[in-house]
């Protein structure tokens, strides 16, 4: 059992920069991909980025490559996305996800665990 909870959203203006912060309880956590999604009002919920248990893999989905970086510390059960140069279509609750499947995945039903979100809003 993973428990994952965000934080680090807030208000930016359009260039702006945020780092959302992704805390997981449990003695495992080294053993999961870990991932970042979002979902904007009236669409679907979409992936962001991953990483894979080592940290070695990681991966972004196109809107997101240059500006968004994700890491993690195994040592200190955290995931961080670092979100640079954000735009308004940026503005979105952020989900982090845990999966078993640990070399990550883009597909939302690979996940396992998810957190409750944290809310970005970018203004332009």
């Known amino acids: 059992q993973v428990q994952l909870v965000e934080s680090g959203g807030g208000l930016v203006q359009a260039g702006g920069s945020l780092r959302l912060s992704c805390a997981a309880s449990?003695?495992?956590?080294?053993?999961?991909?870990m991932g970042w999604f979002r979902q904007a009002p009236g669409k679907e919920r979409e992936f962001v980025a991953y990483i894979s248990w080592s940290g070695r893999s990681t991966w972004y989905t196109d809107s997101v490559k240059g500006r968004f970086t994700i890491s993690r510390d195994n040592a200190k059960n955290t995931v961080a996305l670092q979100m640079n140069s954000l735009k308004p279509e940026d503005s979105a609750l952020y989900y982090c996800a845990a999966t078993t499947n640990n070399l990550g995945s883009t597909r939302e039903a690979r996940y396992d665990y998810w957190g409750q979100g944290t809310q970005v809003t970018v203004s332009s």
């Open positions: 449990g003695r495992t956590f080294s053993s999961y991909a």
